[in-house]
C-alpha cells in the first residue's frame, strides 16, 4: 500500500541559495560537550577511582586475617599451620598474575589506576613476605650452607630459651 502524502524535502546542499533559518545548527551538539552528559561523564569517573582504591586495599584486610590466623596455628609444624602459610603464599601469588582482571572494570581515559595498582601489588608483596616469615619462624627456609650441602655441620644455636624452673 503506497503513501497517499509523501514529501521530500531536498537538502540544502542542493540548493545553496535557500539560506539555513535563524537559530539553526546543522551540527549535532557533542554528547561530551553537554553539561548533563559532562558531569555524569565526571561522576562516573569519580565513582569508578573510588573503586579502584577500594579494590586496591582489599588485600590489606586479608593480610590482618592471615596474619591472625598465622599466629593462632602457632610455631610448631603440622598440617594446620602448614595449610595456613601455604594459603598465606599462594593467594597473593594468584592476586598479582590477575592484577589487570582485577582492574579492567575501571579502566577509563579520565582515570588513572597506576596508584591503585602500585598499592594492590605493595600489599600483596607484604603478604607474601608475612608468608614468607612464617616459613622461616617454622624452619623451613634454607637459610644456612649446611641446609644444602650434607657434609656440612648444622649451625650452632646462639640463644636457647626455656622454662623458669632450673634443674
Not at 553539561?35 to 586479608?62: L, M, Y
Request: aromatic share 12%; no cysteine; charged share 20%.
Amino acid at each position: 500500500m503506497a503513501r497517499r502524502w509523501n514529501f521530500d524535502i531536498p537538502d540544502s546542499s542542493s540548493h545553496p541559495t535557500v539560506p539555513d533559518p535563524p537559530g539553526f545548527a546543522r551540527s549535532t551538539p557533542d554528547l561530551d560537550e553537554s553539561s548533563g552528559s559532562r558531569q555524569r561523564n565526571d561522576t562516573e569517573a569519580a565513582w569508578k577511582s573510588q573503586k579502584a582504591w577500594e579494590v586496591a586495599q582489599a588485600p590489606f584486610k586479608n593480610l590482618l586475617m592471615m596474619g591472625f590466623m598465622m599466629w593462632m596455628a602457632g610455631n610448631t609444624v603440622h598440617l594446620f599451620s602448614m595449610g595456613i602459610t601455604f594459603s598465606a603464599l599462594w593467594q597473593p601469588i594468584s592476586a598479582l598474575r590477575s592484577v589487570g582482571k582485577v582492574f579492567e572494570p575501571f579502566k577509563d581515559p579520565r582515570v588513572d589506576l597506576n596508584a591503585p595498582r602500585l598499592l594492590f601489588i605493595a600489599l600483596n608483596l607484604g603478604g607474601m613476605a608475612l608468608g614468607m616469615w612464617k616459613l622461616n619462624t617454622l624452619g623451613l627456609l634454607p637459610t644456612h650452607a649446611s641446609d644444602w650441602v650434607f657434609s656440612l655441620s648444622p649451625a650452632k644455636e646462639v640463644e636457647f630459651a626455656g622454662g623458669g624452673a632450673s634443674f
